[in-house]
């Protein structure tokens, strides 16, 4: 909430005239071009006015619905798990290469999202837009991140065919069932 009002003092008027009615995008006067959500109820999309003067407004509507892909899918939720036991548990590395993937697999579900509505091309060049200004000091796996995903939008990797995705889909709804069916094994075979 404190984050919130912050955000909203930085937040420029609105022009006299129009409703003064908040909604669901924040345009924060900023010449840093960037764009997130801030989870909550509802969930708040923060654009700055350097990614609504660098982007064309195809870019700008792809950026937008990467990030309401994150919000919608309550991405933050599974952020939140995968930095706590990251954190958490420290000295078990599993739960840090975790933390890593979740934050790699929420990103390109984002990117999937954007891509269905407004293209592969329109999304991939908006990445680019966004991250143009950061420099070689920033994060090294942002960069490694951010090729990924761009080469990703541009040559996505075939779908599966309908065969392969039957099988996959029912194998991984019959896997929980596999540790049921060993713990009540012996009660079934008592029964008989």
């Known amino acids: 909430a404190r984050a919130r009002a912050h955000l909203r003092e930085r937040a420029p008027d609105l022009p ?6 908040r909604g669901p995008l924040l345009v924060l006067e900023d010449e840093y071009p960037d764009a997130w959500w801030m989870p909550g ?3 708040q999309l923060i654009v700055t006015t350097g990614a609504l003067h660098r982007l064309t407004g195809h870019q700008l509507d792809a950026v937008l619905t990467h990030e309401r892909g994150h919000a919608r899918a309550r991405h933050d939720w599974l952020l ?4 706590a036991l990251a954190t958490g ?23 999937d999202t954007a891509s269905r ?7 991939a060049l908006a990445l680019i837009e966004l991250n143009q200004h950061r420099g070689v000091l920033s994060c090294a796996s942002s960069h490694r991140l951010l090729g990924e995903r761009v080469d990703r939008l541009l040559e996505p990797p075939p779908r ?12 991984a709804a019959l896997v929980p069932l596999l540790p049921l069916l060993i713990a009540f094994a012996p009660g079934l075979t008592a029964l008989s």
């Open 160 to 171: 599966l065919d309908r065969v392969h995705r039957a099988l996959t889909t029912t194998t």
């Open 80 to 83: 939140h798990l995968s930095t």
């Open 16 to 21: 006299a005239g129009l409703p003064a009615a």
């Open 89 to 111: 548990f420290p000295r078990i590395p599993l739960f840090a290469h975790f933390c890593d993937q979740t934050h790699r697999l929420v990103e390109l579900a984002a990117d």
């Open 117 to 123: 509505r407004c293209g592969h091309l329109t999304t």
């Open 41 to 43: 109820s509802p969930p």
